[in-house]
């Protein structure tokens, strides 16, 4: 099976993808990873202004499979979660790139791409 995996947006080993916006960026988990977590039936997100080092737990996401948490790829402070998702846990499901995105974080002022897989570098890892 053909996982979509957008150009344009980084990801890491654990199936993050990140999309770093200036400052700020939004961060979800990938199609991949919502595939092998299956139907999604709650998420539950930081609280606005929680202060995050890279690899803290960001959310945890509840599947009909399994509780699986999710960890932030970069550090910095939560300044939206996505509520949307909070309804319908399911939007992670539909659409992980656009309307399933979970988090968005202020960037500290050291954020670099260094430790992130790129698009191709991820198809690689999932093939």
Request: glycine share 8%.
């Amino acid at each position: 099976m053909a996982f979509d995996v957008p150009d344009g947006l980084y990801y890491t080993e654990s199936h993050e993808w990140i999309d770093p916006d200036g400052d700020t960026a939004r961060i979800g988990i990938t199609d991949f990873a919502q595939d092998e977590l299956g139907d999604i039936v709650f998420v539950e997100l930081p609280a606005t202004d929680a202060e995050l080092d890279e690899g803290d737990e960001l959310a945890v996401i509840e599947s009909i499979k399994a509780v699986s948490d999710v960890y932030t790829p970069v550090a910095g402070a939560v300044v939206a979660g996505n509520e949307a998702v909070g309804d319908e846990p399911e939007l992670v499901n539909d659409d992980p790139y656009g309307d399933g995105w979970l988090v968005e974080l202020e960037l500290d002022e050291d954020f670099d791409t260094d430790s992130l897989l790129s698009a191709a570098e991820y198809r690689e890892q999932i093939e």
